[in-house]
C-alpha cells in the first residue's frame, strides 16, 4: 500500500525566551558569473529562538541551502557579495575572521549536511572522527575525547556504540551515518544547528528516526534548529515555524499551524497542492506547478511567482510586494497583491 502523505502540524517544543540564537537581517548574497551577477539571497530576514525549530522550503533553486551555508559562515567573501547582518548568539559572522568563524564552528552552531557518505572520511573509524570534533573544545585530551565519542553514538542510537566506534563510514547504513554526522554535529554542544535535507537519501522509517532525534535533541538540550526541505511534510510534523522561499526571497513566514492551514501567498498554496493527500474518503491527486522559476540573471521587476500564477494582476508584474501582516495570525507574514480569499494585499511596495 503505498504511503498516505498529509500536511501536520508539529506539537511545540518548549522554547527559551531569552533572546534568540540566530538572527539574520536583510541579508543579501550575489554571486559573480562571467553572465552577470546571480542573487541567490534577495534581502531575507529570518529569526530562530533557542529550542525553537525552524523550516526552510521551496523548490530547487529558491535558496534555502545559500541561506542557510551564509548564516552559518561557510559562504566566503571572496566568493560572493554579502551584504546584512547574521547575529549567532550574539556574535556577528558576517564581520568575523576567518579564526573568529571557526570558533563558532561547532562550538556554538553546527550543520548536518545532505549526504553523509561524502561528509565522511572513508578509512578513519567513525569514533575517530567523532572524537576529533569533541577534541576542538578546549581542554579535552585524547582519552577523554574518545570516551565522549562513544557517550554521543550512544545519545544518537548507534546500537553497541563501543563496538561500531571501530567501524568505517562504508559499513554502516545511510541512516546510521547520518546518525554519526548528528553526533559530530553535537560534539561541541552547539546552540544552533543547521539541517540542510537530512533524510533526503533516506527510506520512510529511518527518515521517521532522524527526525525524531533532532526533535528530541532541541527539547532536551534547548537546540535552536533551521531544517533545510523540500518536504512540506516533514516541515509540519518537525517544526515551530516555516519560511516559504521563492527566488531568493521569503514569500510567507509564520507558526506552521497557521502558514499549513491559512496560506496567504499564491506560492505557498501551488506548493501544498503539488502535494498528493487524502480528502475524505478519496484521494486527492497533486496538481503541479506550471512553468519554470525565473533567471535570477534577470528576474521579473514585479512579484518573481507572477509569471507562474494563474491569480497574477497587472500590479504583479509591475511591483514586487514586501511581506504583510496577515490579520488574527501571530507573526504570519506574506507577499503578495492577491492573496488568498481570507488576506488582504500587502500595499507597501517592497524596497
Known amino acids: ?105 561547532g562550538r556554538v552552531a553546527a550543520m548536518v549536511f545532505q549526504d553523509p557518505l561524502s561528509s565522511l572520511h572513508p578509512i578513519t573509524p567513525i569514533g575517530e572522527q567523532v572524537a576529533e570534533a569533541v577534541r576542538r573544545v578546549p581542554g579535552v585530551g585524547r582519552r577523554e575525547a574518545a570516551r565522549r565519542a562513544v557517550e554521543l553514538l550512544d545519545l544518537v542510537g548507534i546500537p553497541r556504540a563501543a563496538e561500531r566506534a571501530g567501524s568505517r563510514a562504508h559499513e554502516l547504513s545511510g541512516g546510521m551515518r547520518q546518525r554519526v554526522m ?33 526533535d528530541e535533541l532541541c527539547r532536551e538540550f534547548s537546540i535552536g534548529l533551521v531544517m533545510v526541505s523540500h518536504d512540506l511534510g516533514v516541515i509540519g510534523r518537525h517544526t515551530d515555524r516555516v519560511a516559504v522561499m521563492y527566488a531568493g526571497r521569503v514569500v510567507e513566514t509564520g507558526a506552521v499551524r497557521d502558514v499549513f492551514a491559512r496560506p496567504a501567498m499564491r506560492y505557498t498554496r501551488a506548493l501544498m497542492d503539488a502535494i498528493p493527500r487524502w480528502g475524505g474518503d478519496r484521494q486527492v491527486l497533486p496538481r503541479p506547478i506550471g512553468g519554470l522559476p525565473p533567471n535570477l540573471l534577470d528576474p521579473p521587476p514585479g512579484c518573481r511567482f507572477a509569471p507562474r500564477c494563474a491569480a497574477a494582476l497587472d500590479e504583479c508584474a509591475a511591483d514586487a510586494p514586501a511581506l504583510a501582516d496577515l490579520p488574527g495570525d501571530d507573526g ?20
Request: charged share 25%; aromatic share 4%.
Open 182 to 214: 548528528i553526533a559530530i554535529a553535537m560534539a561541541g554542544r552547539p546552540k544552533l544547528l543547521f539541517a540542510d535535507e537530512p533524510t533526503t537519501a533516506l527510506d520512510v522509517t529511518v527518515q521517521a528516526r532522524i527526525l525524531e532525534l533532532f
Open 332 to 351: 504570519h507574514r506574506f507577499a503578495c497583491w492577491n492573496p488568498e480569499d481570507h488576506a488582504e494585499p500587502g500595499r507597501e511596495a517592497a524596497k
Open 1 to 105: 500500500m503505498s504511503e498516505q502523505r498529509t500536511v501536520s502540524t508539529a506539537p511545540t517544543a518548549p522554547v527559551r525566551t531569552d533572546g534568540d540564537v540566530l538572527t539574520i537581517r536583510d541579508l543579501v548574497v550575489e554571486f559573480p558569473t562571467p553572465a552577470g551577477p546571480v542573487r541567490a539571497v534577495d534581502g531575507v530576514s529570518l529569526r530562530v529562538g533557542h529550542g525553537e525549530r525552524v523550516g526552510i522550503v521551496g523548490e530547487s533553486g529558491s535558496g534555502k541551502s545559500v541561506l542557510s551555508r551564509t548564516a552559518l559562515g561557510l559562504t566566503r567573501p571572496r566568493e560572493a557579495r554579502i551584504s546584512g547582518e547574521v547575529l549567532i548568539d550574539g556574535r556577528p559572522v558576517l564581520s568575523l575572521p576567518e579564526r573568529g568563524r571557526r570558533a563558532i564552528w
